[in-house]
């Protein structure tokens, strides 16, 4: 036994070496080795496919990491429902557990809850799919975009992008070989990107245009006319129309959101994703789902038999719970977001801070021009000087320079606070 450390260690010493050695002298493709220290490059880079390697980490996540290591930080930075899971859902998949269902679900997922998602996508959007052939159980939103993307894009297909945007709108078309073409969008046009805007990004290279709306970071939503505009030049140009309604449900001021596929032209050119993750405060279960075309759907059901099999099987039952008897729990939950929405907003535009309506969601995304700061020396000050966490406009892609976002999906006498912090803030930096 008493040899075991003086050997262990010599043979870490001479690892180390191995590595020291390695790092210097293997022979690296051009641009794939990382210097770390002079002289030392970083010997797994080479292992790692350029694909992904071009794509940056998250600009949201830093700010994550820093808030969490300070006191008394208040986080308005992630996108994350601060409710539980109402508890009739909750008890819907602990009652799955404990009556033995922990095994794997058919790959499309339990046929039960295809039926319920297309009883759902009927009642709420009057748009109707095949729950046999048309629908898709996923781990959230998140697979659902990559089944998407891969099934469909070849190396060197064009996306078009607007922004801001979903961080992993952008990464993920990487990932699946496809081009990003950002598409920025603006405040005078309520954050809606319009139909011409899109086309004047249309080449012969052009697959899909991929849009989110209720969006994520503005809070925008659009209206119908803009998406008939949107549907008629896919048609024109036989684009894919990818509508990420993750937030659908979350919606104020009257507005009603429109499903892309239930307009004229656009079911057979659509791929609808939806999710429970925000609607219903489920974003620990992994659920989402995607409806499409038979034939699109079968291919990304095969990518997904081959890299997920399906999804958590005690998520499912709790879905068909949340879409069969969760509409209270979505209505009181959306009314405490509203009744933070225009505590939020009222508080920052009296700052100055000027904040467009977010009629979707739950973030605000105010201008910063006022503190007279970029949105990245923004976010970095505020918090640093009053340990509030907001993420700067600019991870969200184009169009967000100068804007910063604010979830508020906090409880409201933190959002109370936080507002005084902005204030004080305001007062030597407004
Ligand atoms: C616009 C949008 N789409 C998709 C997702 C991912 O959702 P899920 O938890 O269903 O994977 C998020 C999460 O923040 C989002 O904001």
């Not at 679900?105 to 039926?115: C, I, K, V």
Request: with cysteine; net charge negative.
């Amino acid at each position: 036994m008493g040899s075991v450390l003086p050997q262990s260690a010599s043979s870490a010493q001479s690892a180390a070496k191995k590595v020291e050695a390695n790092s210097v002298r293997l022979p690296f493709r051009e641009g794939a080795g990382e210097r770390v220290a002079p002289g030392i490059i970083s010997p797994m880079r080479r292992f790692i496919s350029q694909r992904v390697d071009a794509v940056p980490p998250s600009g949201i996540r830093k700010y994550f990491d820093i808030a969490a290591t300070m006191p008394d930080v208040i986080s308005l930075g992630i996108g994350e429902p601060d409710f539980v899971t109402p508890h009739p859902i909750l008890a819907a998949g602990v009652r799955s557990l404990e009556a033995g269902k922990t095994g794997y679900t058919s790959n499309s997922g339990l046929l039960e809850l295809r039926q319920s998602i297309s009883r759902y996508l009927e009642r709420l959007y009057g748009v109707g799919y095949d729950p046999e052939t048309e629908i898709l159980a996923t781990v959230g939103v998140s697979e659902a975009l990559y089944l998407t993307l891969t099934a469909i894009l070849d190396p060197g297909d064009e996306v078009i992008v607007p922004q801001p945007c979903f961080v992993a709108y952008t990464a993920e078309v990487q990932f699946a070989g496809g081009v990003p073409v950002p598409l920025g969008t603006r405040v005078d046009n309520d954050f809606q990107v319009t139909a011409a805007d899109i086309e004047a990004k249309v080449t012969q290279r052009t697959k899909a245009i991929l849009i989110g709306y209720p969006c994520n970071p503005t809070g925008a939503v659009i209206s119908r006319e803009h998406l008939a505009e949107i549907v008629a030049v896919a048609v024109k140009h036989d684009l894919l129309l990818i509508s990420d309604e993750i937030y659908a449900r979350l919606v104020y001021s009257g507005f009603q959101h429109v499903c892309i596929a239930s307009l004229p032209g656009a079911h057979e050119r659509s791929v609808l994703l939806g999710g429970f993750s925000k609607s219903h405060a489920m974003t620990g279960w992994r659920l989402g789902y995607v409806a499409a075309p038979a034939e699109l759907l079968a291919a990304m059901r095969k990518v997904h038999q081959y890299t997920i099999m399906s999804a958590p099987t005690p998520a499912q039952w709790a879905g068909i719970e949340a879409l069969e008897h969760g509409d209270e729990h979505v209505e009181a939950m959306v009314a405490e977001y509203d009744r933070r929405r225009r505590l939020i907003v009222g508080g920052l535009n009296q700052l100055g801070l000027d904040c467009f309506e977010p009629k979707g969601a739950f973030y605000a995304f105010p201008s910063v021009a006022k503190s007279g700061m970029n949105e990245v020396e923004f976010a970095d000050t505020i918090l640093s000087e009053e340990q509030v966490a907001v993420v700067p406009g600019s991870a969200f892609g184009e169009g967000g320079d100068g804007y910063v976002r604010l979830s508020y999906a906090t409880a409201y006498e933190k959002l109370e606070k936080a507002l005084e912090r902005f204030a004080r803030f305001m007062r030597r930096h407004g």
